[in-house]
DNA sequence: TGCAGATCATCTATTTTATAGACGATATTA
DNA sequence: TAATATCGTCTATAAAATAGATGATCTGCA
């Protein structure tokens, strides 16, 4: 079949980003979904145990704004991880009105447990870059999400220039 | 040295990919969505526009299949555009079960207009990186997405070393 | 003190979106 | 020709997001 060859300069079209972002984190979540195995939110649920493991204390309204989800979204998402024994509300006795969520004993294990999985999926999508190149790339991903606050992206700038360094010259030959 | 310092070895924790892919990706389709301006299906519609438009005459099937949706979203997806006369439908006269889809004049028109104003919000986006950076991530976005048909990667590897040099030169000091 | 207004979490209802299954039309195979 | 498979649509259902109302509590102020 003689397919004239298509539009080189197209290189960059727009949506691209979009569409990559898109298939990149639909992999992502059925992944972790199959991995997370039955605990109920799935990865939005395993991200608000993240969060809950790392800040203390938080009241609901203050961790949905940081994972950018309603909150009415996150009060069914506790109550799912409620149900299974995995956080407690605990009621804020200087605010009788907010719940700090805390993680449970059973909590902290699944986390532990679950951590290993999603990470063990991250690692294996990222399988397609070169392990420094992986880090630059997920420094890079922070940085375009504006993602500061919370999570620390892996690398500093100095470092990023030393992977730099490394990458180009495994890559370049 | 005790433990002041907070887990520095657990920078990259588990979910931290997830996370900033999802927030990119809400950022990203908020802007476009605006962008977009009353296009029925938003950012989704507008990435079958794009796809029909660079490789003709595809079933709805592959169409759906090559973006991941479903065949019964693209369809309604597919009455909006229609609605608006963007598109059409046209039987494959080899195969009179399925269709063609191509765009009108009209759908044209507006796919470059709506490409400009989707460019606009991609270059907006990484802008926090810079423009050598920034095709470099997209490259390595692509390679990670498995995204390689359909929408070609900006970079090969030699220019993947050669903007890494750039890069190298100008982040570190 | 008591009242007005704001905030936190929940609940209810509505809307939106995704998924599953059946269907009619057509194609393919034997 | 009969049996089976495919394409696109439709209908019904399920799952999720969103908006608004509610009860409990807090704050500030007269």
Same mark, same amino acid.
């Given at each position: 079949? /003689?397919?004239?060859?298509?539009? &080189? ?5 727009? =949506? ?6 898109? @298939?990149?984190? %639909?992999?992502?979540? @059925?992944? #972790? ?5 039955? +605990? $109920? *939110?799935? /990865? ?5 145990? /993240?969060? #809950? ?17 309603? @909150?009415?979204?996150?009060?069914? +998402? ?10 407690? %509300?605990?009621?804020? $006795?200087?605010?009788?009105?907010? %719940?700090?969520? #805390? +993680? ?6 699944? +986390? ?15 399988? %397609?870059?070169?392990? &420094? ?14 993602? *500061?606050? *919370?999570?620390? $992206? ?12 490394? /990458?180009? =010259?495994?890559?370049?030959?």
């Amino acid at each position: 079949m /003689s397919k004239a060859e298509p539009k &080189d300069h197209e290189f960059l079209s727009a =949506a691209s980003l979009g569409w990559a972002l898109a @298939k990149l984190l %639909r992999d992502y979540q @059925k992944q #972790v979904e199959a991995a997370l195995n039955g +605990l $109920p *939110g799935g /990865s939005r649920s395993f991200l608000v145990m /993240s969060i #809950v493991d790392r800040e203390r204390c938080q009241s609901q309204i203050s961790i949905a704004e940081k994972i950018g989800l309603d @909150k009415t979204t996150l009060t069914y +998402l506790l109550d799912g991880l409620e149900g299974q024994g995995l956080i407690k %509300r605990v009621t804020d $006795p200087n605010d009788r009105r907010s %719940r700090h969520i #805390v +993680l449970t004993e059973q909590g902290v294990k699944a +986390l532990a447990q679950h951590s290993k999985a999603v990470q063990a999926v991250e690692h294996g999508l990222l399988a %397609r870059l070169g392990g &420094d190149e992986a880090k630059l790339f997920q420094t890079w991903l922070f940085r375009v999400a504006g993602v *500061g606050e *919370g999570f620390k $992206p892996p690398l500093d700038e100095a470092e990023t220039a030393e992977i730099c360094r490394a /990458s180009l =010259a495994s890559e370049s030959r």
